[in-house]
């Protein structure tokens, strides 16, 4: 199995374009939002379906998702036939070069704000392969250990339910893909 690589989260530097919401609706704007998608794919993959529409609709200055803003971006995004998995209904999308199941990589918080993602935006498998890296540091863990310290690697200092349920999903992901083994109460690399 290839080591886990460590890396910064980088926001894509999006241009900024005050359109009006009527303007971005009326379809004259989509090439330039398929082209914006497209930048943020390359720069931020993997990268969940809310995060990914609420870099390219900001770039446009638009603050809020409604309903309207929701359906033309799904119905952009599901037209332009992306790489995506879906974990626990949360839509993730992959560069074409990206592997899903052989993904070796989590990225840390950068010095800006906008580095830092709720735990919900960060991947399943981004999480299970900080999981990993922990566990090759310290080898053998318990599980209330080993997701404590994974969560403040990954710049998350409070437990809160979100950062409890994400660090279960990757321990359970993690022991399924076989990235580390759990015997008893104990995670192994």
């Known amino acids: 199995m290839a080591a ?35 930048s943020v794919i390359k720069k931020e993959a993997p990268i969940t379906e809310w995060l990914l529409i609420k870099r390219v609709i900001n770039s446009f200055d638009i603050w809020k998702a409604g309903s309207n803003v929701r359906t033309l971006m799904i119905s952009i995004l599901s037209d332009m036939g992306l790489r995506t998995t879906i974990e626990n209904d ?20 950068g010095k800006d704000d906008l580095s830092c ?44 339910s979100n950062v409890k349920e994400a660090m279960r999903q990757a321990a359970e992901y993690g022991t399924a893909i076989r990235k580390f083994r759990r015997r008893g109460t104990k995670y192994t690399s």
């Open 4 to 38: 886990v690589k460590e890396s910064i989260y980088t926001v894509t530097d999006l241009p900024f374009t005050s359109c009006g919401l009527q303007t971005f609706l009326e379809g004259s704007m989509d090439d330039e939002i398929r082209h914006r998608i497209r």
């Open 117 to 160: 993602r709720d735990v919900t935006n960060v991947p399943v498998p981004e999480i299970t392969n900080a999981m990993a890296a922990v566990l090759k540091k310290n080898g053998s863990m318990e599980y209330e250990e080993l997701s404590r310290a994974t969560a403040e690697l990954l710049g998350y200092s409070r437990m809160g």
């Open 90 to 109: 949360t839509v993730v999308f992959w560069r074409r070069t990206q592997d899903p199941k052989t993904y070796n990589e989590y990225r840390l918080f």
